[in-house]
């Protein structure tokens, strides 16, 4: 390994680990500011910070680094009975695989050294040439060019640069590895506790991971067929040049979304930590930093889970009509509108969109934890026995046929499947436009506020003639 890349592997680590570890950490505020939000109340708003008589409550957001002071200046309790290794090495082993699924999962597209940007030589009424020895013949002035990729392939003499930490041909089939590598965690957590809440939790952790991990797979053999590889890249470019995953298998997305859910313990699939029956499962007896592993993983697996979604489903860093050279606006054979875009821009474009889409998925996660109610046990696993299970193999029956009857239609079959993709590419950018539309107008709209009484006994008062002090008001 040469320095340069070894240079570019620390900085892909960098940005992956730090997107991972602050929008964790975001997580953790915007389900209390979020959940308060959805339920009408006032959220964090507590901790605040004084500078020159100033209080400053940055929306909250100072309750999420006073957490962070609390897990680390908690007393580090352990119980007496505890398998004292075991029970340390559990919230490691919570947190080591979410951060180790990180490496195969790619962020962008391949990087043409050569095409980022080109010193080039220009004079009036003359064709550019490129510098020799880094100097312009007489009469050239030097100046800096942004260059177009090529659409397929890597450009000849550039050292192309994955946006990937590890790429590996058996990317998908690691993620199932380590992602199974979860139900040890609870397991060995809830068992080295000498605590029967915490056993009856890690049971519970056990049978619903293990049940719903069968699902998630299952789910995607469909995606791999039509794919035709389990490498994350190839699936993104595939999405790029046909159509988004979610247009492709609509029922593989939903069963994955789901059995991620239940693979994370959120709300509605949280039995393993129910508070209202097991005080909180299989972490009961921990405080300190090692109860603060186990639930930063569980937000990390939030934005985990939300990266495989919008790499299998969702195009990866993909963008309509966007491709490696440009922008191609096209229905079949017929483009409508086509422009060379800078090889950087292009790459900045589709890191952008990667990130943005995961935001997106880890919010639509944040809002079912607020509007769902947790299932029974025995709902829980009939759900993912008897519903999800029947559903990922009839997924696998249907798109097996399809894509047979596909491959046996010959050329107007593909070129039908060609302009069904790119109609469905452009459904995607007519509603990225609505929701930026949207954003946008939110933002700039003024707020309305109105002037409401707070809980229902305030109410029956004032309906009664009022109190000696006045209500109060939000």
Request: hydrophobic share 55%; charged share 15%; aromatic share 12%.
């Amino acid at each position: 390994m040469t320095i340069t890349s070894l240079i570019w592997t620390v900085v892909k680590i960098a940005v992956i680990v730090g997107f991972v570890f602050n929008v964790a950490g975001l997580l953790t505020w915007y389900d209390r500011r979020g959940g308060a939000m959805m339920q009408d109340r006032i959220g964090p708003n507590r901790a605040t910070l004084k500078i020159f008589g100033l209080e400053l409550r940055v929306a909250g957001l100072l309750h999420t680094a006073a957490d962070g002071v609390k897990f680390f200046t908690k007393e580090d309790f352990m119980p007496p009975k505890a398998d004292k290794l075991l029970f340390s090495l559990a919230p490691m082993l919570a947190m080591i695989p979410v951060l180790v699924l990180l490496a195969v999962i790619p962020f962008g597209d391949t990087i043409s050294t050569d095409l980022l940007w080109k010193s080039v030589c220009f004079k009036t009424d003359s064709p550019a040439m490129l510098p020799v020895n880094g100097v312009c013949p007489a009469g050239y002035a030097m100046s800096v060019v942004f260059p177009a990729a090529q659409r397929f392939g890597i450009s000849m003499g550039s050292h192309p640069i994955e946006l990937v930490v590890v790429g590996l041909n058996v990317g998908l089939l690691f993620v199932f590895a380590m992602a199974g590598q979860g139900i040890v965690a609870a397991a060995i957590a809830g068992v080295s506790s000498d605590n029967k809440f915490s056993l009856m939790g890690a049971l519970r952790a056990a049978s619903q991971m293990v049940s719903y991990e069968v699902t998630m797979g299952l789910s995607l053999v469909g995606a791999m067929m039509v794919y035709g590889s389990v490498r994350l890249d190839d699936m993104v470019r595939w999405q790029g040049d046909n159509a988004w995953g979610i247009f492709v298998q609509p029922l593989a997305f939903f069963l994955f979304f789901t059995a991620a859910t239940a693979e994370i313990k959120r709300i509605p699939f949280d039995l393993p930590e129910a508070e209202s029956e097991l005080v909180s499962g299989y972490f009961t007896e921990y405080s300190g930093m090692k109860f603060g592993m186990f639930y930063f993983a569980e937000y990390m697996e939030i934005v985990t889970s939300s990266m495989l979604l919008v790499t299998i489903f969702l195009g990866g860093w993909q963008l309509p009509f966007l491709h490696r050279d440009g922008l191609h606006v096209a229905f079949g054979d017929t483009e409508l509108f086509a422009t060379k875009l800078p090889h950087i821009w292009v790459l900045i474009f589709g890191v952008v969109a990667f990130f943005g889409k995961t935001l997106f998925l880890c919010w639509i996660q944040a809002f079912i934890r607020w509007s769902l109610p947790r299932f029974r046990y025995d709902q829980l696993m009939k759900l993912g026995w008897t519903v999800l299970l029947p559903a990922s193999l009839a997924n696998i029956f249907a798109t097996g046929i399809v894509w047979l009857a596909l491959q046996r239609g010959g050329d107007s079959a593909a070129s039908f499947m060609k302009v069904a993709g790119d109609v469905t590419q452009a459904i995607v950018a007519l509603a990225i436009t609505a929701l930026l539309v949207y954003i946008v107008v939110g933002l700039l709209r003024p707020r309305l506020t109105r002037e409401q009484i707070v809980g229902s006994s305030a109410k029956f008062a004032s309906a009664a003639g009022g109190t000696k002090s006045a209500p109060m008001r939000v």
